[in-house]
């Protein structure tokens, strides 16, 4: 990972941002891609991976999820575990947070029925990244990762992700074993801001 993307600091933004702006982060909502897409699947086992503020740990266990959510962000997790507790036992007690690297932590295999990644910037390559975490989902289970392109394609003008790597769907799809996975959704959705790009959006499910 290059220097302006290490635990170092990501952890001055999340402080800087939290400092400057918690009233705004906290009233982020959980990602759109996600709610549309699992919001009828019957809840079990999660891994929110890069848990960020926690906005969707928060909302898969409201709806009966038992979440990990990883993120090497301390101050983040501080923020998401703390909202958490004013929500109440019933879903504070459905999370564990847990303090992890992504560019080396591993899940259990066949862990989650559902695994997720969003916006996270991945200090290996993707192809690496998306392997370890689909190693993660439970036969049946289902895998869900959303990346925000560095370039918009629209107007090769950066983006706010600009010098970061984060999921595409062409080395997502390659990643993921033919025979084991049915792909249900591999596509560039435009953002709702003019100007701010594409989301990369991968929605599969494991066969075995």
């Given at each position: 990972m290059t220097a302006a993307f290490d635990r170092d600091a990501w952890e001055e933004r999340w402080a800087r941002a939290l400092r400057e702006h918690g009233d705004a982060v906290a009233a982020i909502p959980p990602n759109a891609h996600l709610t549309r897409a699992v919001e009828d699947l019957r809840p079990g086992l999660a891994l929110d991976a890069g848990c960020g503020h926690g906005s969707e740990a928060l909302w898969l266990a409201a709806r009966g999820w038992g979440v990990t959510?990883?993120?090497?962000?301390?101050?983040?997790?501080?923020?998401?575990?703390?909202t958490a507790g004013t929500l109440g036992p019933d879903i504070a007690g459905r999370i564990d947070w847990l303090e992890a690297d992504?560019?080396?932590?591993?899940?259990?295999?066949?862990?989650?029925?559902?695994v997720v990644c969003l916006y996270v910037h991945m200090a290996g390559t993707v192809a690496g990244t998306v392997r370890r975490?689909?190693?993660?989902?439970?036969?049946?289970?289902?895998?869900?990762l959303v990346g925000h392109r560095p370039v918009d394609p629209a107007t090769g003008a950066a983006t706010p992700a600009a010098g970061q790597v984060q999921v595409s769907v062409d080395e997502a799809i390659a990643a993921l074993?033919?025979?084991?996975?049915?792909?249900?959704?591999a596509e560039d959705r435009p953002r709702a801001a003019a100007g701010t790009g594409v989301d990369a959006v991968v929605w599969a499910r494991r066969l075995r």
């Open positions: 959510a990883v993120d090497f962000s301390a101050t983040a997790l501080d923020r998401a575990r703390s992504l560019a080396g932590w591993t899940p259990p295999p066949g862990r989650y029925d559902l975490l689909a190693a993660g989902v439970a036969p049946g289970g289902t895998l869900f074993e033919p025979a084991g996975w049915d792909v249900v959704v």
